[in-house]
């Protein structure tokens, strides 16, 4: 490759950027078609890979091209501290959809009702990918491929099905939503096709999604504490499921 920074800026607007190290090792290993990538230091980047993701190594020798610093800053909107970036063709929607509507599934699919916190939505994708989910569903206008939710989610985005649906075109199977008012969760099994939803950091569920609920489920908390972050009932639930035999 001659030119990757010119190849880059070529394509940076119709491509997944992958932000730093962890991210593109992710997107490698679970099977990202990486367009190109960059590191400011090609030996210490394979150095990392030798120490950390030896299963992968041989592919990021291939892909990696070494820049000049100035050239990689030039091209990132934010340098990760490792000095790597990469661009991925983003998995197609039609692709998705199919993928998060076969059944029976083996794993529960979590839903973010209108989430709007760029880093929580990566935090979850990854902890769904961490506890093999199906996938992961946003409703609402945040679009969970956004390069902070990526990052956030450090490129796990690949390793799971990622995308964007309104109410009415969630994955078929019994919808659990999470709020306050509902039952202890402790009191439930969940299915491993379970749909599991989740409200934004602020409003909660919406009006929509919790007409359509199946069962409202409610996490323990102590009284007078007022609610947890998104990722931590994401967490709480999916360890919840993963109890009745799932993982």
Not at 21 to 30: M, P, S, T, W
Not at 124 to 138: D, E, P, Q
Not at 204 to 227: E, I, K, N, T
């Amino acid at each position: 490759m001659t030119d990757p920074a010119g190849l880059w800026r070529r394509l940076a607007d119709s491509r997944v950027l992958l932000d730093g190290f962890h991210a593109l090792k992710h997107a490698v290993r679970f099977g990202a078609d990486v367009t190109v990538a960059v590191t400011t230091d090609r030996e210490a980047t394979l150095a990392l890979a030798d120490e950390l993701a030896p299963d992968v190594r041989r592919a990021l020798d291939a892909l990696l091209t070494e820049v000049p610093e100035p050239v990689y800053a030039s091209l990132v909107p934010r340098p990760h501290p490792t000095a790597v970036a990469a661009l991925a063709v983003r998995p197609s929607r039609a692709a998705n959809l199919e993928r998060l509507a076969r059944t029976a599934r083996t794993a529960p699919v979590v839903v973010l009702d209108q989430p709007r916190n760029l880093g929580n939505a990566g935090a979850v994708i990854r902890l769904a990918a961490g506890f093999g989910a199906t996938g992961v569903v946003t409703t609402g206008t945040l679009d969970p491929w956004h390069p902070t939710v990526v990052r956030a989610g450090a490129g796990l985005h690949f390793a799971t099905a990622v995308e964007r649906v309104t109410v009415e075109e969630l994955p078929p199977g019994p919808l659990f939503a999470l709020d306050p008012e509902g039952d202890d969760i402790r009191g439930t099994k969940l299915p491993d096709d379970a749909v599991l939803a989740f409200g934004s950091e602020r409003s909660g569920l919406s009006g929509d999604l919790r007409a359509r609920a199946d069962h409202l489920l409610s996490l323990p908390m102590r009284p007078q504490v007022s609610s947890y972050n998104l990722a931590t009932s994401v967490a709480m639930t999916l360890y919840h499921w993963s109890l009745g035999g799932g993982v």
